[in-house]
Every structure is written in structure tokens, then in C-alpha cells.
């Protein structure tokens, strides 16, 4: 069925250090892949989202790249500072044509001062 | 997302007891989502509704039933066939030809 793995689950970086999330999908049709924001206890909130006709997206700090023939998608966040910490969920689009999202695991991000 | 509000922030059953988490919002949005979050897991589709009167089961519908009156509330009741409701409860919606989804605050239920 459809998949969405990503890895890895928690990360720990010193402020000023980049990060990197990355996910795979099985759904050869998904065309939409957000990115979640979520602190402790609070929503997820969006942060950048790429289609499938866009192989990079920049916003600030933060871009996620698309590889469509790998089926793999990954979010980088330069000069991490600690209210970067949160966990971080990425998302691919599924067939069937009501918006549907299937989400990865998550990945805990810890950016120590 | 500050549109979608969920009530209550904090809520604790008894075990065989129904209960209703309550979704509201204010964005004109068409379609409304319901999704279960354990720790560290994702995100998993309980049920969605794409218009008015009109919903359908997501990937772990069973225990759970839901209605849609109004275009602005999507309620989510958990029956007591749920065998493991504690949970947080997130609601999310987007507009009818997007797949952008925004939350609601969430709710964070316990069964004692």
C-alpha cells in the first residue's frame, strides 16, 4: 500500500549546523509533498511544500529537494538555532483524488546551544 | 490555521463511554480531516469529508464515527468499540481544490 518512510528519527545538532530530513514514497502518483512543523504539544504546522513539477524550493533557511525518478524527498535547515528544535513530519500526496496525505514517522530535531 | 478551532483542549473518558471531540473553522474550506497521533508515530486518517453531507472512512475508521452537518464542523465521536482511544486528536482542513491541510490545535484524550 501506500508509503511513506522517513529517516532519521531523531537528530541532535549544534546551533549554527545544518540539517537534513529525508523520506521516500511508494506512490509513483503522488505529485504533492509538504513539510510539518510540530513543537511539543501543539499542531503541526506547514512550513515549505514542493509539487512534482519543481525539483527545489527555498524559503529562508529551509529547502526541500524532489527526486521524482527515486521517489525520495528531503528538507534542509541551514544555521539551525534552538527554536528550530520540534519534530518534524514530511508528507506525500496519495492517488484517488480527495487530497489525501500519507504521513512519515517523524523525526525529532534537538539543536543544542 | 488559526481558522480551525478543536475543543476540549484536554479530555478524559471512562472506558465505555462515547465521547465527542468537536472541529470548527472559519476558512470556508470544503473539506475537513480527522487524523490520530500516538507518540512517536505520524499522522494517521481516521475519516474525511470533502463536502456537506458527504464523508468517507480513512485508514483506521473502526471505533470512531463522525458527521457533517454544516460546511464549518466536522464532530468525531469515539465509541466504546474503540479499544485504544488515548490519543491526540488532531482536525485539519484545506479548500476543496487544494491539498494544502491546516490543524486545529488538537485534542488529547485519556481513557481511565
Known amino acids: 500500500g501506500e508509503n511513506v518512510e522517513q529517516h532519521p528519527s531523531t537528530l541532535s545538532v549544534q546551533e549554527g549546523d545544518s540539517a537534513v530530513i529525508k523520506c521516500t514514497y511508494s506512490?509513483?502518483?503522488?505529485?504533492?509533498f509538504p513539510w510539518y512543523k510540530q513543537e511539543l504539544g501543539k499542531r503541526p504546522q506547514l512550513i515549505i511544500d514542493i509539487r512534482s513539477n519543481v525539483g527545489e524550493k527555498k524559503d529562508q533557511r529551509i529547502a526541500v529537494t524532489l527526486n521524482k525518478t527515486a521517489k525520495h524527498f528531503s528538507l534542509h535547515i541551514t544555521e539551525t538555532q534552538p527554536e528550530d528544535s520540534a519534530v518534524y513530519f514530511c508528507a506525500a500526496s496519495a492517488s484517488g483524488g480527495y487530497n489525501k496525505l500519507i504521513f512519515g514517522a517523524g523525526t525529532r530535531l534537538a539543536v543544542h546551544p | 490555521d488559526g481558522g480551525i478551532t478543536q475543543s476540549p483542549k484536554y479530555l478524559f473518558r471512562k472506558e465505555g463511554q462515547n465521547v465527542t471531540l468537536s472541529c470548527e473553522q472559519n476558512?470556508?474550506?470544503?473539506?475537513m480531516y480527522w487524523y490520530r497521533q500516538d507518540p512517536g508515530q505520524g499522522l494517521r486518517l481516521i475519516y474525511y469529508?470533502?463536502?456537506?453531507?458527504?464523508?468517507q472512512k480513512g485508514d483506521i475508521a473502526e471505533g470512531y464515527s463522525v458527521s457533517r452537518e454544516k460546511k464549518e464542523s466536522f464532530p468525531l465521536t469515539v465509541t466504546s468499540a474503540q479499544k485504544n482511544p488515548t490519543a491526540f486528536y488532531l482536525c485539519?482542513?484545506?479548500?476543496?481544490?487544494?491539498?494544502?491541510?491546516?490543524f486545529g490545535p488538537g485534542t488529547r484524550l485519556t481513557v481511565l
Open positions: 506512490d509513483s502518483a503522488s505529485n504533492y
Open positions: 485539519a482542513s484545506s479548500e476543496g481544490d487544494s491539498d494544502t491541510q491546516y
Open positions: 476558512l470556508n474550506h470544503d473539506a
Open positions: 469529508s470533502q463536502i456537506v453531507n458527504d464523508f
